[in-house]
Nanobody, 124 residues
Framework: QVRLVESGGGLVQAGGSLRLSCTAS????????MGWFRQAPGKEREFVAA????????FYGDSVKGRFSISREGDRNTVYLQMNSLQLNDTSVYFC?????????????????WGQGTQVTVSS
């Protein structure tokens, strides 16, 4: 069973930082890329970032480049999203994803499963 558990969201002032984490149930992320998407109310799901299995290749959506950093550590079943210089329009529910490659995650936005998401709210 595919299980993705996100955490780390919360309320933060504009300019602040948050670190999200997502743990995939054992084995499902093996040899696959992991990534983050976000979706705000009334808006389409947006690609945020992705990282390959080894952790050496990353890709970011244009709106977060230079501010967010994705990493994959330990047994590689956990992916992190360090979010700095947060802006009001970063407010969204953030979802973790597992897919074949960084490119496929970024272009198809398809995941083998979805977690419940974690809410990030940026206030002025």
């Amino acid at each position: 069973q595919v299980r993705l558990v996100e955490s780390g969201g919360g309320l933060v002032q504009a300019g602040g930082s948050l670190r999200l984490s997502c743990t995939a149930s054992e084995g499902i992320a093996s040899s696959k890329a992991m990534g983050w998407f976000r979706q705000a109310p009334g808006k389409e799901r947006e690609f945020v970032a992705a990282i390959n299995w080894s952790g050496h290749s990353t890709f970011y959506g244009d709106s977060v480049k230079g501010r967010f950093s994705i990493s994959r550590e330990g047994d590689r079943n956990t992916v992190y999203l360090q979010m700095n210089s947060l802006q009001l329009n970063d407010t969204s529910v953030y979802f973790c994803a597992v897919g074949g490659t960084v490119s496929s995650l970024a272009t198809t936005m398809e995941s083998i499963g979805w977690g419940q998401g974690t809410q990030v709210t940026v206030s002025s």
